[in-house]
Nanobody
Framework: EVQLQASGGGLVQAGGSLRLSCAAS????????IGWFRQVPGKEREGVSC????????YYVDSVQGRFTISSDNAKNTVYLQMNSLKPEDTAVYHC????????????????WGKGTQVTVSS
């Protein structure tokens, strides 16, 4: 059974940091790209960052470039999203998702999805 479990969310003041984790199981981890997405009620889900299989390519949405860092630990089947200099507009439920091999254009076409973790940034 494929599982993707996001964790690490919480409440933080603007300017603070959080590290999200996405623990994966049920598939060959280093053959998959893992992406982070976020969603606010009433808005479309947004692709935030993606790391292709074995860390070959990394992508960020413009709004988080320079503040967020995605990384992968294949030994732990876990992808991390280090979020620094957080802003109130980063408040959302963050999900991780997986797709075979490469990050898809515009983050469309992920295969597996996990439950999210809430990130709340206060001003």
């Amino acid at each position: 059974e494929v599982q993707l479990q996001a964790s690490g969310g919480g409440l933080v003041q603007a300017g603070g940091s959080l590290r999200l984790s996405c623990a994966a199981s049920g598939f060959v981890f280093d053959e998959y790209a893992i992406g982070w997405f976020r969603q606010v009620p009433g808005k479309e889900r947004e692709g935030v960052s993606c790391i292709s299989r074995r860390g070959g390519s990394i992508y960020y949405v413009d709004s988080v470039q320079g503040r967020f860092t995605i990384s992968s630990d294949n030994a732990k089947n876990t992808v991390y999203l280090q979020m620094n200099s957080l802003k109130p507009e980063d408040t959302a439920v963050y999900h991780c998702a997986a797709v075979h091999r490469y990050c898809p254009p515009n983050y469309i076409g992920m295969t597996y999805w996990g439950k999210g973790t809430q990130v709340t940034v206060s001003s």
